[in-house]
């Protein structure tokens, strides 16, 4: 988090002071780079701000609720995943996905793999918050090994079979609504190649070969051992 917010507007509240309910109403003041005094002193409250800072995900948007999310993922708050993923799964939950992606989301670690996994199934997400998802899944099985085989087996579903037919469809918008939308598996392939997947290595070749994967997108990482 405080690699995201450079320099804070000055502000004559004494933070240290001041109750929860009157630090999240500054939260929810605050513009692109908040004070870094209150970010300190909402961090130092703990548990304690936690309902307060998952209100303003639920009810506020815009740089509140990014704030507010940031905040929950820095205090690791579990109990605020599942307002998480629904402020994610919104349909205006592209800039939101956008800033949790990698280090916010992934320090939660495995505990947020189940909701991750929920995101990145909802076909009736939008596909950028879907590929953040499984970016951050990717993140978490690189620094959590023991949830690779998770990881990976549930990406390598999320791919459709190489026999797909997708010329038989009328235009790009319904094999998006029959199917699922091919940006999603252009993603799922890079965060595949960046776990080097053993197990989707023939998958992944039979998907550029039949053109359901943009190659111009993937550069594929394996080795051979």
Known sequence: LRRRV??????????????????????????????????????ESGDEIVPALIEVVERDTG??????????????????LPALQQAISEPEGHDLADWLADDALGKFGPTALDTLEVIAADRAV????????????STIALR???TYDRVTAFLRRLLPAPDLDWQSYESYAALREAVDDPRVWTSVVGRLCDLQ???AYDLIGQLFQAGLVDEMTICLLYTSD
Do not use: F
């Not at 450079?6 to 004559?12: A, D, N, Q």
């Not at 933070?15 to 605050?30: F, H, M, P």
């Open 126 to 137: 939008a596909w950028y918050p879907r590929a953040v998802a499984c970016r951050v899944m």
């Open 197 to 199: 997947d053993p197990g």
């Open 144 to 146: 959590h090994p023991e």
């Open 63 to 80: 740089w509140p609720q990014i704030h507010a999310a940031l905040l929950l993922c820095e205090l690791q708050a579990k109990e605020a």
């Open 6 to 43: 450079l320099s804070g507007v000055s502000s004559t509240m004494n933070y240290e002071k001041a109750s929860a309910t009157e630090l999240v109403d500054a939260l929810r003041k605050q513009e692109r780079h908040p004070d870094l005094k209150l970010v300190q002193a909402l961090l």
